[in-house]
């Protein structure tokens, strides 16, 4: 089976390029790439009419709520919620019901995401069992019962000697550890930054230093260990300076930040409007623009989408007592191409964050547009506006704080490994 596409602008992150082009498909993995490509015999042609052909994205830390919270979200439902976003590739969080800590666990969602999800889904498993921060999972059985990495999620793990323990038994094993750079205890029942505006709004915030504390235990500890280590959502500027030290000083270390937190700011709360509270709670915008220049220069490395389904009734609540969180594999795209669009980021910079730095990290032969690479692909159109309707979104839950916004940028298609996933009408 042949795939050609033509009439393409080529975003290839590996090289930093974005030039017109084609590309050639053949038994699910890119075949060639360059300006003049004839079809082969039988093969079928894509004119992209001048639209953007770039990497699947590949997104760490999406939630899926099974097993325990099904009518959330599901293998089924992510998978077409991703599909429709351009996501080829969904690694997921352990943060469900019961949490994913044992074989038997991991090999049983598995078994849901292999059935029912049109895209590759790559699990994590609890870094501790129940992520109850006592006891350490076992690391080694879960890696060969396909766990690419491991996390307690927003559990931050309080006590210090289990953490180190759990840092050198994964650092003798390879395994990546992924942790939430916050102080728990300033963190405890915040739902908003500290500063004039959540004090002009009566809410239980928190200071930005929570999260460089957070981020200074942790790397003090990835030093003293050795450990493979990545922060999930790097989102105040106090934060950058300690993680561009511990980078300088080649420590195995990189960082994601959210979506949200590079397009909204604190403000975007309004009147307690519950839809925006996510976790850590939105910065400043001056947080905001740092973030986004620090991925820019490639100090924080991934962009996630940080999907988190919540169901109608834990946001229908006064604001602190709705639970965080926010859908986003469908918005993922658009609102990076706010940056974009606002000249803040080029295409190439975006997917080298969405596609070709996540894949690296998980050691995956993905997001890269180049000869022998699996032909995960995403075509979208940068410039079409819409305004969008959370109602038409394919996820469950749809909490997305983009609701009614104006938004730039559409999926025209999505394919894994060459197979169409997905394909706008």
């Known amino acids: 089976m042949s795939?050609?596409?033509?009439?393409?602008?080529?975003?290839?992150?590996?090289?930093?390029?974005?030039?017109?082009g084609r590309l050639l498909v053949r038994d699910g993995r890119i075949a060639e790439v360059g300006p003049d490509i004839a079809a082969p015999e039988g093969a079928e042609v894509i004119d992209g009419r001048g639209a953007c052909l770039a990497p699947g994205i590949v997104d760490i830390g999406v939630k899926v709520c099974e097993p325990g919270e099904r009518h959330k979200e599901s293998y089924k439902s992510a998978g077409k919620a991703a599909a429709a976003g351009g996501v080829t590739t969904i690694v997921t969080r352990p943060d469900t019901s019961p949490a994913?800590?044992?074989?038997?666990?991991l090999e049983f969602v598995n078994r849901r995401a292999q059935a029912d999800a049109p895209v590759n889904v790559l699990p994590m498993a609890a870094l501790t069992k129940g992520r109850e921060g006592r006891e350490m999972t076992e690391i080694g059985f879960l890696m060969d019962a396909g766990a690419v990495a491991f996390t307690d999620c927003d559990r931050v793990v309080t006590n210090t000697k289990v953490f180190s323990r759990a840092l050198s038994y994964a650092r003798s094993l390879g395994a990546?550890?992924?942790?939430?750079?916050?102080?728990?205890?300033?963190?405890?029942?915040?739902a908003a930054t500290s500063g004039k505006?959540?004090?002009?709004?009566?809410?239980?915030?928190?200071?930005p230093m929570a999260e460089r504390m957070g981020l200074d235990r942790d790397l003090s500890l990835v030093e003293m260990t050795g450990a493979r280590y990545h922060a999930d959502q790097i989102t105040t500027a106090r934060a950058l300076p300690a993680l561009e030290r511990a980078k300088a000083n080649g420590l195995d270390v990189t960082a994601g930040t959210s979506i949200h937190h590079?397009?909204?700011n604190e403000l975007d709360v309004a009147d307690y409007r519950t839809f925006?509270?996510?976790?850590?709670?939105?910065?400043?915008?001056?947080d905001r623009m740092a973030t986004a220049e620090a991925v820019r220069t490639g100090l924080i490395d991934i962009i996630s989408s940080m999907h988190t389904p919540q169901d109608e009734e834990s946001k229908r609540l006064p604001y602190e007592e709705a639970a965080s969180?926010?859908?986003?594999?469908?918005?993922?795209?658009?609102?990076?191409l706010r940056l974009y669009h606002a000249e803040l980021l080029d295409l190439p910079t975006l997917f080298r964050a969405m596609s070709l730095n996540p894949a690296r990290r998980l050691g995956l032969d993905a997001g890269r547009l180049e000869t022998g690479a699996p032909a995960d692909l995403l075509l979208f159109d940068p410039d079409v506006p819409f305004v969008l309707d959370r109602a038409t979104l394919k996820s469950k839950s749809q909490n997305t704080p983009f609701d009614g916004q104006r938004m730039q940028g559409r999926v025209l298609g999505t394919w894994v490994a060459g197979r169409p996933v997905y394909r706008r009408n």
């Open 100 to 105: 994913i800590d044992t074989p038997e666990a």
């Open 176 to 190: 990546l550890v992924i942790g939430h750079p916050q102080d728990p205890g300033l963190s405890d029942g915040a």
């Open 197 to 207: 505006f959540a004090t002009l709004r009566g809410l239980p915030s928190v200071s």
């Open 3 to 20: 795939l050609l596409f033509t009439n393409v602008r080529l975003i290839d992150p590996a090289g930093g390029t974005d030039t017109p």
């Open 276 to 286: 925006f509270k996510v976790k850590p709670p939105l910065r400043s915008e001056d």
């Open 325 to 336: 969180g926010a859908v986003a594999l469908e918005t993922l795209l658009p609102a990076a």
């Open 262 to 264: 590079l397009t909204l």
